[in-house]
């Protein structure tokens, strides 16, 4: 069992930077591919980036070279880094987590889920 808290959400301008944070508990977390995903008003949820425990990383093309996906295994924590914000950008931000090799960029095929953090990036 893996329990996800998210943090570090809140209000920025267009152009702006914000950092996520994911703080994953149980035993094998750190072990655990995990991804961040977003959910705008009336949208579904989509796939924004995702890292396995040995940092390697997938990114959505409408993140690639904004935002930045890490970890710190010492930590069990997940960081997005994210730059040059739009205001489509807006969405809720959740984090999440399976077990596995590969990657993953669906939202069925993960397992594990935090509450979200809002993110509302103004024009």
């Known amino acids: 069992q893996v329990q996800l808290v998210e943090s570090g959400g809140g209000l920025v301008q267009a152009g702006g930077s914000l950092r996520l944070s994911c703080a994953a508990s149980?035993?094998?977390?750190?072990?655990?591919?995990m991804g961040w995903f977003r959910q705008a008003p009336g949208k579904e949820r989509e796939f924004v980036a995702t890292?396995?425990?040995?940092?390697?990383?997938l990114y959505a093309d409408s993140v690639k070279g904004r935002f930045t996906i890490s970890r710190d295994n010492a930590k069990n924590t997940v960081y997005l880094q994210m730059g040059s914000l739009k205001p489509e950008d807006t969405a809720v931000y959740f984090c999440?987590?399976?077990?596995?090799?590969?990657?993953?960029?669906?939202?069925?095929?993960?397992?594990?889920w935090g509450q979200g953090t809002q993110v509302t990036v103004s024009s």
């Open positions: 999440a987590a399976r077990y596995g090799a590969g990657f993953y960029d669906q939202v069925y095929e993960y397992k594990y």
């Open positions: 149980g035993r094998t977390a750190r072990t655990y591919l």
């Open positions: 890292i396995n425990w040995s940092g390697s990383t």
